[in-house]
């Protein structure tokens, strides 16, 4: 049984009962429409970044292969000499952006994908390869980043899910439910009062009457 509030049986508090009532369900509402909004856009992005992964893992194994054949033409020692003398990229931004009043991150970077001539390395001590090599994972470090974006987004995202269920679920199961049943409560206890009250009158309108003809 669903326990009742602890609140005076006043028809003022009825009314105030039936006001709260209506707007719980109100913002149960819109509640339920959030959290059905966010899973539609939780699984829009889920499939995004399921693609994205799959290409991530493509072109790691692309970028291994390259530089397994890099490692042939010009011997893993120079190989090691060239990485050292590589510039570093420039560092990414993280901003925020909102969807559906979550704020999720935004990585702004510019262009992980180089020139040969911008790397830093010397193209006499270098050859073909070793630039594809390094075409490679910049490919790999620029999906990457997207990935970790989108997969921070679904972890946010998941986590509003489940506090706006949690809230969807209170509204639902206890708080309208115990309101509904206090409302019942009062309206009993008036009604059982109002008989109360009418059959008090008629017995005091019997005494009177009896007392007259006396």
Same mark, same amino acid.
């Given at each position: 049984?669903?326990?009742?509030?602890?609140?005076? %049986?006043?028809?003022?508090?009825?009314?105030?009962?039936?006001?709260?009532?209506? /707007?719980?369900?109100?913002? +149960?509402?819109?509640?339920?429409?959030?959290q059905d909004a966010l899973i539609m856009e939780f699984?829009?992005? #889920?499939?995004?970044? /399921? !693609?994205?992964?799959?290409?991530?893992?493509? $072109?790691?194994?692309?970028?291994?292969?390259?530089?397994?054949?890099?490692?042939?033409?010009?011997?893993?020692? &120079?190989?090691?000499?060239?990485? /050292?003398?590589?510039? %570093?990229?420039? *560092?990414?931004?993280? $901003?925020?952006?909102?969807?559906?009043?979550? =704020?999720? =991150?935004?990585?702004?970077?510019?262009?992980?994908? &180089?020139? =040969? #001539? *911008?790397?830093? #390395?010397?193209?006499?001590?270098?050859? %073909?390869?070793?630039?594809?090599?390094?075409? $490679?994972?910049?490919?790999?470090?620029?999906?990457?980043?997207?990935? !970790?974006?989108?997969? *921070?987004?679904?972890?946010?995202?998941?986590?509003?899910?489940? $506090?706006?269920? @949690? @809230?969807?679920?209170?509204?639902? #199961?206890?708080?309208? =439910? &115990?309101?509904?049943?206090?409302?019942?409560?009062?309206?009993? +206890?008036?009604?059982?009062?109002?008989?109360?009250?009418?059959?008090? /009158?008629?017995?005091v309108k019997a005494l009177l009457e009896?007392?007259?003809?006396?």
């Open positions: 049984m669903t326990r009742i509030l602890k609140v005076k %049986p006043t028809r003022m508090e009825l009314l105030r009962l039936k006001r709260r009532i209506k /707007l719980a369900e109100k913002g +149960h509402k819109i509640l339920k429409e959030k699984f829009t992005i #889920y499939d995004e970044a /399921l !693609a994205l992964r799959r290409e991530v893992n493509q $072109k790691i194994a692309e970028a291994f292969e390259q530089l397994r054949l890099a490692e042939i033409d010009v011997g893993v020692v &120079r190989l090691s000499e060239i990485a /050292l003398s590589v510039k %570093p990229n420039k *560092e990414i931004k993280i $901003k925020r952006r909102n969807i559906m009043g979550v =704020p999720v =991150p935004l990585i702004e970077a510019e262009g992980f994908r &180089r020139d =040969p #001539y *911008e790397r830093g #390395y010397a193209f006499v001590s270098s050859s %073909p390869k070793v630039d594809v090599t390094a075409e $490679k994972f910049e490919e790999v470090l620029e999906l990457v980043t997207r990935l !970790a974006e989108i997969e *921070e987004t679904l972890k946010r995202l998941a986590k509003e899910i489940e $506090k706006t269920k @949690r @809230r969807v679920n209170a509204l639902e #199961y206890i708080i309208i =439910p &115990r309101m509904a049943e206090t409302v019942k409560y009062i309206s009993q +206890h008036l009604d059982e009062m109002e008989r109360e009250n009418f059959f008090r /009158l008629k017995r009896a007392k007259a003809q006396g």
